[in-house]
């Protein structure tokens, strides 16, 4: 198992991949400074709903008539959908999201997206991520540049290896920058390196390939990804047990929240941190109330919803935000799925959410209010809810250096959040 320094270093970021044979020098006592968190304020989780979501059969326009012509077969039924509000409804299957929407928890913005036209998977995820849409020669992610931004008002500040975090194999397009951060793979590998006999030559490469280092860049990755390891040991990841209440679905993206609820919960100094749930691209047998879509969501609402229980009283310190590349088109088609669309739906939550409300001006579903004559059209640009996001959570005031180009300002922000 050979391990090179390009499987620590990625885009200008590092990342430590999770593996069971950590080597044992790496289970030594994290310093005390390691240990106390860096970031005292709020905390931002991103969500990237990969594939596409259909924003129309998620948050069901329910009073819509139009949206019942267009989905003969897909439409969920007046009678089935959870009232928001008399006009707006959720999907049946993410039943475990209501309380948070009575709780005025959970906030949800409307027909938004990318003004970018592509209905390319690939352009339009990495538009989202790098916050730039329609440029591609943006070399780092928006999130990346939050944390830039905030340094730029807080630069005598110390901070965590864990202050920017994502789970998976990787350092996400949205983290990738000049801020340091690190991707886990999994999250209770780290607490076994020690005891696997098998760690032994892998632990003398590891250490002969930075210890001897003079290049400062190499040095100071080097550096932070054994801090991060130590710290991950120290937080003691295999006996971590979530808050009582807290049930987390089965499989990648429920693992993958619990793992970031642990790393926010174990006072690693975690600022932003990012996961991402796939499988969302319907064009055939989406289904309605039951199929494909339906078991995505219940995925993804349960998920959230134990994420949330998990926080317990650290809960009002939390902004989850989630997003997709673009949505699906008013229309089904003919295999009773949808295709690439452009307005999509976006959920807000956390203690300082405003929530219990859908935001965003609704441009109606009749065929003279589409964009292209087949789409919902956009209202709120995706940048506008990322940007009071950022600017709420991480402090980062320089909009400009964030979202270039899109000229946000705080002052037109729709409010989603308490400052």
Known sequence: MPITRRAFMKGGAMAVVGTSAIPSFLTRTVLAQATTAQAQGKKLVVIFQRGAADGLNIVVPHRESAYYQMRPTIAIQQNQVIDLDGFFGLHPAMQPLKPLWDQRHLAIVHACGSPDPTRSHFDAQDYMESGTPGVKATSDGWLNRALQAEDACCAARKHSAFRAVALGTQVPRT?????????????????????????????????????????????????????????????????????????????????????????????????????????????????????????????????????????????????????????????????????????????????????????????????????????????????????????????????????????????????????
């Not at 930075?210 to 054994?226: K, M, N, Q, R």
């Open 175 to 419: 983290l990738e920058g000049k801020i340091p951060a690190v991707a886990v793979n999994n999250v209770r590998d780290f607490s076994v390196g020690g005891q696997n006999p098998a760690a032994a030559p892998v632990a003398a490469s590891f250490e002969a390939m930075y210890a001897d280092s003079v290049s400062a860049v190499l040095h100071g990755t080097g550096s932070e990804t054994f801090e991060a390891v130590k710290m991950l040991q120290a937080s003691d990841p295999a006996k971590y047990t979530p808050a009582p209440g807290a049930i987390y679905p089965n499989g990648p993206f429920g693992n993958s929240l619990r793992q970031v609820a642990q790393l926010l919960k174990a006072n690693l100094g975690v600022e932003a941190a990012f996961t991402d749930i796939g499988g969302w691209d319907t064009h055939q047998n989406q289904g309605n109330v039951n199929g494909q879509l339906a078991n995505r969501l219940r995925d993804f609402s349960e998920g959230i919803a134990a994420f949330w229980t998990d926080m317990d009283d650290q809960a009002n310190d939390i902004v989850l935000v989630t997003m997709s590349e673009f949505g699906r088109t008013v229309h089904q088609n003919g295999t009773g799925g949808t295709d690439h669309g452009h307005a999509n739906v976006m959920f807000i939550v956390g203690g300082v959410v405003q929530g219990g409300r859908v935001y965003g001006k609704w441009p109606g579903m009749h065929q003279n209010q589409l964009y292209e004559g087949r789409d919902l059209a956009i209202t709120t640009d995706f940048r506008q809810v990322l940007g009071e996001a950022a600017y709420k959570t991480v402090g980062a005031r320089n909009l400009d250096l964030v979202f270039p180009g899109a000229n946000l300002q705080s002052n037109h922000f729709l409010n989603i959040m308490k400052v």
